[in-house]
């Protein structure tokens, strides 16, 4: 079974840095994209960016290039969001996603990783 | 940047009716790289279509989708109990952007 299995619930205060995972399993990591979207409180989704885990090619969305990180380790079939200052605002349920290809739609999604920012 | 609107913003149906959600672009999508996703609280998205007509993997036959260029459509043809839900389209037209939603509610 193809699966994303996303790391648990963070708290944090603003300022601090955070780095939340998701793992695929049940398909070769390295031959589809991984993509990061966020929901905040009662919104929409928002696509972040994607990468490919097999040679960590990454796009972003002009709305979060520069504001996050998006990183992969192909040894452990594992993407990574990070962020290097929190701010209120960054809280927020994210999502990783397997999209079916470059560019397309996101098939398997991971079950979310809620943050909240608060001091 | 493409930019997708969504109307209506709410649609409220009673089950076996038929639902119509529009989704309309800031300008043409090529290929009909076009998407919808269903979103039931507490819950990730789910892929309905892509390629704006396909019906991905176990998706019932209820769910359709057409259209082309700027205007594209979900319809779901007799609302079922569990079909009450938030329903996102999405381009993949160079970059990705998503719709504001249409929550589907129970009238």
């Known amino acids: 079974e193809v699966q994303l299995v996303q790391s648990g619930a963070e708290v944090k205060k603003p300022g601090e840095s955070l780095k939340i995972s998701c793992k695929g399993s049940?398909?070769?990591?390295?031959?589809?994209?991984i993509g990061w979207v966020r929901q905040m409180p009662g919104k929409g989704l928002e696509w972040m960016g994607t990468i490919y885990p097999g040679d960590s090619n990454t796009k972003y969305s002009p709305s979060f290039q520069g504001q996050v990180t998006i990183s992969a380790d192909k040894s452990i079939s594992t993407a990574y969001l990070q962020w290097s200052s929190l701010k209120a605002s960054d809280t927020a349920m994210y999502y990783c996603?397997?999209?079916?290809?470059?560019?397309?739609?996101?098939?398997?999604w991971g079950q979310g990783t809620m943050v909240t920012v608060s001091s | 940047e493409i930019v997708l609107t969504q109307s209506p913003g709410t649609l409220s149906l009673s089950p076996g009716e038929r639902a119509t959600l529009s989704c309309r672009a800031s300008?043409?999508?090529?290929?009909?790289?076009l998407a919808w996703y269903q979103q039931k609280p507490g819950q990730a998205p789910r892929l309905l279509i892509y390629?704006?007509?396909s019906r991905a993997t176990g998706i019932p036959d209820r769910f359709s989708g057409s259209g082309s260029g700027t205007d594209f459509t979900l319809t779901i043809t007799r609302l079922e109990p569990e079909d009450f839900a938030v329903y996102y389209c999405?381009?993949?037209?160079?970059?990705?952007?998503f719709g504001p939603g249409t929550k589907v509610d129970i009238k």
């Open positions: 300008q043409g999508v090529s290929s009909n790289f």
């Open positions: 049940g398909y070769s990591f390295t031959s589809y994209w």
């Open positions: 996603a397997r999209p079916r290809g470059w560019p397309n739609a996101f098939d398997v």
């Open positions: 999405q381009q993949y037209d160079g970059s990705l952007t």
């Open positions: 390629g704006a007509s």
